[in-house]
Structures are given as structure tokens and as C-alpha cells.
């Protein structure tokens, strides 16, 4: 049957601005039509007034760990329903049609996306990472989420061991990080050189792209010289790192809520809630705030010099993560359409998905959005959240009933 969206404000995140009184057909899961709103509709269309209200492609979340609530004793079962909650609650409550996932432990996300992938699960699509790969003494032991490797053949084999239960890319800690033990500092490398040499080497010749968790310079540039991907985090950034981006067109994926969301600069309700929600030990907050004022600065000389970017938050759960991150973006000097297109075109590209999802354009699958008010006015508007469709099913509904 065919669905038809009428009197919507597109955004469609391929051309800047608003196309007001626009009507958009849906067939088979697919945008069949984007139109100005004339002519006739087929008497047997499921027609939906959307009254001016702004339909947006479904927002992505590109650093992504699931764990919520976090429960480091759970069994696997337990660890299962609850990802699952906390993903199905991303998308419903908050609009996040596609994650990329940076570390679950188990494979419960390569389980998760291959039922969202059959519909046997209502959630958002998902680009699986496995394990997060560290060393001992690395990073992130204690979520349960990270798995200790040593040595080059330590690392190949249990990137192999990813590979064997169908990760979609490799997740590789290079640096430590905000949150962690004293000697987990986010300017420590941790990897050998030829640590660095075989897991990447295993990953290039088996055709698998690199998540690169890496925090200061020299690790960013080891994952750039290396061919990473995208590089995660970037608290600190000098102009060689911001011209190997450049060169080797890698992503970086900035995770501004990890540093800038703490009692004293919390500036939003919503930022206030979460940050008493998440019960900040004082030592963390003292990292996070002293590293806000480089990791700041990198993010602004990135976006201001043509690095490739997109939104990814590392925060927890996901019905709060991207919408919060957007909201730092916008608060750093991005503007909501940059910070738009970052955590929708540019996060599908990244996933090598553009083809299918992240605008609004005749041909793609109909992940998308329908908010009340403009966010290209105030990026929070996100939150006047009325009705989310995957692959063109309305799979939540939050208009008020009208009369
Ligand atoms: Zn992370």
C-alpha cells in the first residue's frame, strides 16, 4: 500500500533549507515521490497530514555501546533484553533510525541487527562492532565490554575471531580515555608498533574498515597513517592531524558529550538530568573538565577546516545520546544544519549506506522523522518528536489525539 505524507516541511539533508507544502509518497518501504503537493493521490493511499510539521531522515548515532543500565554482573541473557530495550527506545522515543555500535560485548549486537535486519524486532539498523579490542592495562576493562589482546598474533586472532561472527567493521583501542583507572590517561598510547602493524594489516587484507578509539596525536596519526577508517574521540588534535584526515579522507567522530557534560557545565534540562542520572565520580569530572578546553578547540578547528564528521556520542541510552550530542555540537559553533547532516547524510556515508538511508530523495528507504517545530531554528526541537517511520512502517506515533 501506498503511504503518503501531505503538508510536510521537508528537510530533506542533501540541500540546505525548508521545502514547505511538500507531499511525500512511500512504496514498498521506498521514497516513490517528493513533490510540491498538486495533483491527484490514489484513492487507496493511507494518507497522514502531517500540518506543516518537518519530516527529516531518522537520525543516526555512530558511537554507540548499548549498555543500559549498566550492569557489569549481568548474564548474557540479561545483557540481550536490555540492549535490545535500550535500542528499541533510541528509535521509538527519539527518532534514531541507524546506530554504528563501538563496542558490546558478545556479539549481542551483531544478534540485534540481524533481527531488526528480518523484522522480527522493531529497532534501529545497526552497523555491528563486536568487542571492543584493547590490550591489558588498556582501556574500557571494566564496562565488560572490552577484550584484552597482546602481541600482533593477539590481536589477529581475535580479530579473526570478530570476522567469524560477522562484526561489520573492527573496533581497535589505540589510546586511553576520560573514564577509567590512573593509568588509563587519554594522552598514553598503548599499542606497540608492531601491535599497530598487524591488527591493521589483518583488517586491510580482509577488507574490514577500522573504528580507531584515539585520543591525542600521536595515536590519531598511528590510525590515519594506518588507514583507519574513522578515528573516535580526538580530545586533542595538532594541524598534522587535521591535514592527515584530510589527505586520507578518514571520519572523525568527535563524542563531545564524554568531555562537556558535567554538574558545572551542564546548560539544558535535559543536560541536568542526565548528568545527575549518571552519578559522575569527582575524579571523572576533574578529567572530563580538564580536558574540555583542547578537545573544544579540536572540534572547531576540524569542522572549520573540511574534516569529515559525523555525530556519534558515546553516551548511554540511547533515547538521550544523539539528541544530546547535537545539542554540544550546536553550542561548540556548529550550526543545526551542519550538526543535521552530521548525524544523518554524513553518518550513512560513513556506514557506506547513502545509498539507501540518510536524505530525503526519491529511491531511499523511508527511515524518517516528523518533528513539530524547526530545528534548523533551535536543534532541540528535535525533542517536539511526532512520528517515526522505518522502511516506511510508522513504528511510533506521538501526535496528540486530535479530536
Ligand atoms: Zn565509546
Redesign the pocket.
Known amino acids: 500500500m501506498t503511504l503518503v505524507l501531505t503538508g510536510a516541511s521537508v528537510i530533506d539533508c542533501a540541500r540546505p533549507g525548508v521545502r514547505a507544502g511538500a507531499r511525500v509518497s512511500i512504496e514498498r518501504g521506498r521514497i516513490a515521490e517528493v513533490s510540491d503537493g498538486n495533483g491527484p493521490i490514489a484513492p487507496d493511499a493511507h494518507v497522514i497530514d502531517l500540518g506543516g510539521a518537518y519530516l527529516l531522515p531518522g537520525l543516526w548515532d555512530v ?1 554507540v ?1 548499548l549498555e543500559w543500565p549498566r550492569l557489569p554482573a549481568a548474564t548474557v541473557a540479561e545483557l540481550t533484553v536490555q540492549y535490545a530495550t535500550n535500542a528499541a527506545e533510541g528509535l521509538t522515543e527519539s527518532g534514531v533510525t541507524a546506530i554504528r555500535t ?2 558490546v560485548p558478545h556479539f549481542i549486537d551483531v544478534a540485534l541487527k540481524r533481527a531488526v535486519a528480518s523484522g522480527r524486532l522493531v529497532g534501529p539498523r545497526i552497523f555491528a562492532g563486536g568487542w571492543f579490542l584493547t590490550t591489558t592495562a588498556g582501556h ?1 576493562l571494566g564496562t565488560g565490554f572490552a577484550r584484552a589482546c597482546d602481541g600482533p598474533m593477539g590481536f589477529v586472532r581475535a580479530i579473526r575471531e570478530q570476522m567469524e561472527n560477522g562484526v561489520d567493521h573492527v573496533k581497535l583501542n589505540l589510546s586511553g580515555g576520560i573514564f577509567g583507572p590512573a593509568w588509563d590517561r587519554h594522552w598514553h598510547s598503548f599499542l606497540l608498533a608492531e601491535e599497530l602493524e598487524a591488527a591493521f594489516t589483518i583488517c586491510r587484507q580482509r577488507g574490514y574498515q577500522v573504528m580507531a ?1 584515539a585520543t591525542n596525536p600521536e595515536a590519531v596519526k598511528a590510525a590515519l597513517r594506518l588507514g583507519a577508517h574513522t578515528v ?1 574521540h580526538g580530545y586533542i588534535l595538532d594541524d598534522e592531524c587535521l591535514a592527515l584526515f584530510r589527505e586520507r579522507q578518514a571520519w572523525y567522530v568527535p ?1 563531545l558529550g564524554i568531555t562537556h557534560l558535567t554538574p558545572a557545565q551542564a546548560a539544558t534540562p535535559w543536560e541536568r538530568r542526565w548528568v545527575e542520572q549518571r552519578g559522575l565520580t569527582p575524579e571523572i569530572i576533574k578529567r572530563a573538565e580538564d580536558a574540555v578546553p583542547e578537545h573544544r578547540a579540536a572540534f572547531q578547528r576540524a569542522l572549520r577546516s573540511g574534516v569529515k564528521m559525523a555525530l556519534g556520542s ?1 553516551l548511554r541510552p540511547l533515547r538521550d545520546s544523539a539528541l544530546l550530542e547535537m545539542g554540544l555540537w550546536v553550542r561548540d559553533g556548529a550550526t543545526p544544519w551542519e550538526t543535521l547532516v552530521a548525524a544523518t547524510r554524513h553518518a550513512a556515508d560513513l556506514c557506506g549506506a547513502l545509498d539507501d538511508v540518510g536524505t530525503v530523495e526519491v529511491g531511499k528507504l523511508a527511515d524518517l522523522i516528523v518533528v513539530r517545530d524547526d530545528p534548523l531554528e533551535n536543534i532541540d526541537n528535535l525533542r517536539t518528536l511526532q512520528l517515526v517511520l522505518k522502511e516506511g512502517r510508522v513504528v511510533a506515533d506521538h501526535r496528540p489525539e486530535r479530536p
Do not use: L, R, Y
Request: aromatic letters at 0%.
Open positions: 558511537h555501546h563501538a563496542g574500557a578509539h573516535e563524542t558515546d
